[in-house]
C-alpha cells in the first residue's frame, strides 16, 4: 500500500464521511483523482477506502498488487486486461493480480485496497444490474450477495430496503462500513442519504429505517477486526 497519514483509523469510533461535500484531490497519476475515507496503516489491518474518479481516457499505471483491491463502479465505465466494468460492477482482484485500469468515457470508483485477511485466489466480477437478486425478509429488502461468507469472517453485499422498513435494533460483532448508492437510510444518529459512506464499530447498535424513499447500499464486514 501507499504511504499517507492515516484517516478514520480508530476503529472504535462511529465514522462518518458525506462524499458529496468533500473536495476531489489530485493523485499522482494525471487524471486521477481520490477522496480519502479511510487509511490505516497497520502490517495485518491495513487499508485504504477512497472514492477515484478518473477523467476520460486516464488509467492508473499497469500494477502488480501485494494486496487485495475491491472497486465497484458508481458512474461510467472502465476496464483493464481481464474486462470491461459497467455501472454497478463489484470487482474483486486478488493479491498478485496485474492490472492497467483505465477509462475511456471516464468513471467513479470505491475502491478499498486491504492487506489479505486470508489466502486470497478467487477473482469476482459481479454486474449488479443484471445479476439475480435474493430476497431478505427479515430485513425488508432485496439483496445481492459480493462475496462468500463460509467462515463467518467477513461478507459483503448490496441491500435495497424497502419503503417505510424498521430494521430491528442490532450491534455488528465483526463491524460494518457502508456506501449509500441511492435513496436514504436514516437510524437514531443520522440521515444517510445517497454518497454518504459510515461505519460502525463492533458492538454499537443502531435501528435503522427507511421513509418515502428505498434505499440501495454497498455493506461490508469484517474488514474492523481481522
Known sequence: MRSAD????DANKVAFM????????????PGV??????????????RETSMLKL????????TTWAERLDF????????????????HTFVRQPPGTTQTLRSDAGCTLYAKWRVPIHQEVARIVIDAMTAQWGEFPHRGADVLHLYPNKDGIETGRIGHVHTHRKLPSH????GEETLV?????KDQFASY????????PCGVAHAPYTEDLRCKMLIREGDLVW
Not at 18 to 29: K, L, P, Q, S, V
Not at 72 to 87: L, N, R, T
Request: charged share 25%.
Open 33 to 46: 483523482q481520490r477522496k480519502v475515507l479511510e487509511f490505516v496503516n497497520h502490517p495485518k489491518m491495513g
Open 6 to 9: 492515516e484517516v478514520n483509523a
Open 55 to 62: 477523467a476520460a481516457g486516464a488509467s492508473l499505471p499497469t
Open 193 to 200: 442519504e445517497a454518497g454518504t459512506w459510515f461505519r460502525m
Open 181 to 185: 448508492l441511492e435513496g436514504v437510510l
Open 18 to 29: 458525506d462524499t458529496r461535500t468533500m473536495a476531489w484531490e489530485d493523485t499522482e497519476w
Open 171 to 174: 450491534d455488528h460483532s465483526i
Open 72 to 87: 465497484f463502479v458508481i458512474e461510467g465505465a472502465c476496464s483493464d486486461e481481464h474486462g470491461s466494468y459497467g455501472k
